[in-house]
């Protein structure tokens, strides 16, 4: 299969990059299961590249930086507290200021990231005094610092000190020299022609590599290429490094016509040192590195190869450093972590004002709590069903209503017994009966008093036939009559 990117970061698109955080978080949620049964899977979207988002916390749990961190709880801050030595002091503080200078975290002196690179060397030193501080890892803590804070950088440059890169910041540089040594006799299985020039002219492979291994390429390469080449190396381990080398190796020196220009030792070195951009342009440089024919296998039988060189010309090696582990797998394996320590921990962590929640009771097995038994009580209960009373005497611009239709549902009370059955202050009948057959019309209304009626208050005003308002006949009252009057002629008609 071909390379998993050849495209730079800014091609990707925004949905794309949306789906890859997506996958990113789920990986980091279930870390171990991951590395254990899907590693590949990992490693091919560590080759496509880390979103940006999420790149600090991603190099955190490659490199078992995450894992070393839960394992020494406060142990940074404890280190942090401390003085640490004058000496290592003063180097540390010359050089913080040579750190990426036109960086925003380190632009300025004094400034926050200098102060945490400060912090971060000076802790190094401190938790391993028989190693003290080297040049070359204020880079490498400079780079982990603008992904994550203090703490989490701290713990990153320990894990590639110790893991990735052993014995390399150690004194006498013996570990540097001996992968120097590897990378000279790969170049001869992968590049005859470049491995041959470089033997002509007695080229020592520590005159050209140091500050590439060293630094991984984080002084050499742009920024875009050096993100792309951690991602890789945080999860593949040095063969990365290794590759990256032998691909500059050859694209400078790997034809017949770039090596007529160079006819000595300083031609040579002067052309690796101006490494021309095209070669190290972030899709160009990815997908070279991804066919490099250079496996870890390849690195370990080099590496025994020369170490056995180096005891029989030089002896033993003056620094014992720890075995080298290639790669994320390989970290986790030699020290397994626990569930608690892959848990992720939240960025931002806001109080809320609502009390914390209640824990619920454990209920033994086949009961039921009591809000289900009330859920399913209320489920039982049905709400009674709200039925519209057509008005009957409708208006003339009323809709027509079906006569099929029940006026009302027989079931309902007429009124709500809540509510008064009249205003008090209106007359309780009409104060001129309609008179038919001799007989009084009954009023339409009940003249009881009404029982939340105060007993102090007056009665209302009682109309009689000698008022002087009833001589006015009112519209209500003829119309009234001339009612009565047409009933009338009904019933002599009948």
Not at 107 to 122: A, P, T
Not at 135 to 161: K, N, R, S, T, Y
Not at 235 to 260: A, H, P, Q
Not at 278 to 302: I, K, T, W
Request: net charge positive.
């Amino acid at each position: 299969p071909g390379p998993p990117c050849l495209s730079t970061a800014q091609d990707v698109p925004p949905e794309v990059l949306r789906q890859r955080e997506v996958k990113w978080l789920d990986m980091l949620s279930n870390w171990d299961k991951w590395m254990v049964k899907r590693h590949k899977k990992v490693r091919l979207r560590c080759q496509k590249g880390i979103p940006p988002s999420l790149r600090g916390r991603a190099w955190l749990y490659l490199s078992g930086g995450k894992v070393k961190r839960e394992q020494n709880r406060g142990k940074f801050e404890e280190l942090d507290s401390q003085a640490g030595d004058p000496k290592e002091l003063d180097v540390i503080e010359k050089d913080l200021h040579r750190q990426f200078p036109f960086h925003e975290m380190f632009v300025s002196r004094g400034g926050h990231g200098q102060q945490d690179l400060f912090r971060v060397l000076k802790a190094y030193t401190l938790y391993r005094p028989e190693e003290g501080y080297c040049q070359a890892q204020a880079p490498i803590a400079a780079v982990l610092l603008m992904h994550m804070p203090a703490e989490d950088a701290f713990w990153g440059l320990v894990q590639i000190c110790e893991k990735y890169l052993p014995g390399y910041y150690s004194a006498g540089l013996e570990a540097i020299q001996l992968d120097g040594e590897i990378l000279y006799a790969l170049t001869r299985r992968v590049s005859p022609l470049v491995y041959r020039h470089l033997e002509k002219h007695k080229m020592e492979p520590i005159l050209y590599m140091t500050e590439w291994f060293m630094c991984a390429f984080s002084r050499t390469l742009p920024w875009a290429s050096v993100l792309r080449v951690w991602d890789m190396f945080l999860c593949d381990g040095v063969k990365i490094i290794f590759r990256v080398g032998l691909v500059l190796l050859k694209c400078m020196l790997g034809t017949r016509e770039k090596l007529k220009a160079c006819q000595g030792q300083y031609e040579t070195m002067e052309l690796l040192r101006a490494i021309e951009p095209r070669y190290m342009q972030e899709g160009f440089l990815v997908r070279e590195v991804l066919e490099v024919p250079v496996s870890e296998r390849d690195v370990e039988r080099e590496h025994h190869v020369q170490l056995k060189r180096w005891r029989k010309n030089r002896g033993e090696l003056h620094c014992k450093s720890p075995p080298r582990m290639h790669g994320a797998r390989a970290i986790m394996a030699s020290e397994p972590p626990s569930r608690q320590d892959l848990r992720q921990n939240p960025t931002i962590i806001v109080e809320s004002p609502l009390p914390p929640p209640q824990p619920t009771p454990q209920l033994k097995k086949g009961e039921k709590s009591k809000e289900e038994k009330s859920k399913k009580k209320g489920s039982m209960k049905k709400a009674p069903t709200v039925m519209e009373i057509p008005n009957p005497y409708p208006l003339a611009g009323d809709p027509q209503r079906d006569p099929q239709l029940p006026l009302r549902d027989p079931q309902l009370p007429l009124r709500d017994p809540q509510l008064p059955l009249r205003d008090p202050q209106l007359p309780l009948r009409d104060p001129v009966p309609t008179l038919r057959n001799s007989t009084v019309q009954q009023p339409l209304v009940n003249d009881t008093p009404l029982p939340n009626t105060p007993e102090d208050s007056p009665p209302p005003h009682q109309p009689t036939l000698n008022d002087q308002s009833l001589l006015t006949v009112s519209p209500l009252q003829k119309s009234t009559q001339s009612l009565s009057s047409i009933e009338a002629d009904q019933d002599t008609y009948l």
